[in-house]
């Protein structure tokens, strides 16, 4: 019925480093200066569990049509991980039917 012709990206960003303090300023002006390269995004809280420890994060929610943007949005989470410090980085991609009515 529908067919796929979008694939929507959720990416989790830690609120807090490895030593539960906040990330500064220049950090989340680096990351906003990235994310919205990638046009119109959406963002929620989130919270879960990582190796038994409970995180906080900016869930990113974004539609990509052009699917050459895959790769620039993985390259983007990959330095990301290095910003933030982080191990891995959550990154899920599911191909979808996207219309905007």
Known sequence: MFEANATKV???FPLLGNDGEPFSAGVWAWWLDNIVT???YHELASRGTWRGMTEQHR???IVIVDESEIQR???FLAEAREVFGQEVM???AVRVHFKLI
Do not use: S
Request: hydrophobic share 55%; aromatic share 20%.
């Open 90 to 92: 959550y990154f899920e």
């Open 59 to 61: 869930c990113v929610k």
């Open 73 to 75: 949005l993985e390259a």
């Open 38 to 40: 990638f046009g119109a």
């Open 10 to 12: 959720t990416m989790l």
